[in-house]
């Protein structure tokens, strides 16, 4: 009874396993069975495996063919499994010998006349193949730019069926890996083009020295949503590991670029109001997707006019903007996916949203209500909150030289050097990753530098959350500034960041 194994991947979240691919040949009448938890997509690979291999000049087996995917209790989603199964139904006929498919990954989708299509999530399965010891990997040509992102891992690119059936036969050569080039870094908008706002500038700065969340509130047209979008020119470039984790969820999602896949610039997401809670976090049926928040990992995700988000909405957003990840449970299994990304809010102070707050046509309580739609755990989670002024004289601010980003960069890097040096012992990157208790007990400050904080708590008018989070803005500031360890001075302008309202 001849048997033959291939090898694949199997994707949880971006977290992969090698799947075990064997086709055993039996008597019997003519019929394929595929086993070992295949979802809807899946289970038609069988129609499109045979088509391909006999539109590729290939026999096809008489009798029972019987197809297994192991570990059988791992869900197994989508079509990357096709070229795997085809290889190893050829090479239990014997059409082609099985030596070089040990220790190689198969990843790509079989059309009917042979050709083999990209697959998502190319980048995670090769990195999770690498990690199990595996050296080599053979992907759809199209995806080669993507594999080649992962080292130690010989690669080889397959545009057609007929092209890995003369390589298996050494008649032929496959695809090699291309030489890595250098992509041109997207364009980001630059600080320089806002005029005045300074206080909101100075935020902008700040959040991104320490990675702290941001609540805008102003009138229409005062420059909310064009501060946002200059944030990401503001942080630094991704390190190597995190453009690595960047891309794999992009990959996972789809939305690689295919001429410069690596993303090497922190992720700007911005959805409207009208999104989903699924698209917004994650999910869909069988194995969940990844949301828009995980698509922000290590980058910025900016709700603009969050108040209309609806509170289903906003509320998803508190358990994971404390862990940096998101988990997902569904009927077929549960995945996790990195959601570590900087939160920028904006809103209008009331509902009729009128430019000038002399034409405001709303009551005290309707501007309440309106601003009341952000829940207060929501608000105690945002750390800095800037109340944004229309302007008045353009012609000043004209006069003036604003920064442009490249100079606030140098200095939020710097910042950022700090803080990475300070924290680099316990593993974290920023300010905003330390947790609570270690600035309370082995990066605690002196007394009389925290008495500001002292007296809000007492006071009733900060949490002991937002105690954490007034500590972590003093050192960002510190940071900032130059000096070892925070000032009162630090503290209270912390402090007077959490304290401002929408009014």
Partial sequence: MPLAKAWSVALLGIDGRVVEIEADLGGGLSRVTLVGLPDAGLREAKDRVRSAVRNSGQPWPDGKVTLGLSPANLPKVGSGYDLGIAAAVLAATGAVPATKLLRTILLGELALDGRIRPVRGVLPGLLAARAAGYERALVPSES??????????????????????????????????????????????????????????????????????????????????????????????????????????HSVDGTLSKSAPLVTVPPFVAPHHSITVAALIGGGSGLAAPGAISRAHRGVLFLDEVCEFGAERLDSLRTVVEEGEVRIARVKGAVRYPARFQLVMATNPCPCAQPRDIDCTCSPMARRRYFARLSGPLLDRVDLRVRLRPLTAMSAHLTADPEPSSTVRARVQSARDRAAHRWQAHGWRSNSEVPGPSLRREFLLPAPTTVLLDKALTKGLLTARGADRCLRIAWTLADLAGTAHPTPDHVAAALDFRERTAA
């Avoid at 890995?164 to 364009?187: I, N, Q, S, T, Y």
């Avoid at 902008?204 to 944030?231: C, D």
């Fill in 144 to 249: 080669l730019g993507e594999a080649a992102l992962v080292d130690d891992l010989e690669i080889a690119g397959v545009s057609r069926l007929a092209d890995l059936v003369a390589w298996l036969k050494d008649e032929g050569e496959l695809e090699p890996r291309p030489e890595p080039a250098a992509p041109d870094p997207p364009a980001v908008p630059d600080l320089v083009d806002v005029v005045g706002q300074p206080e909101a500038r100075w935020a902008l700065e700040v959040a991104a020295a320490g990675g702290h969340h941001l609540l805008l509130t102003g009138p229409p047209g005062v420059g909310k949503t064009m501060l946002a979008k200059r944030l990401p020119g503001l942080l630094p470039p991704l390190s190597p590991e995190e453009a690595l984790q960047v891309t794999a969820v």
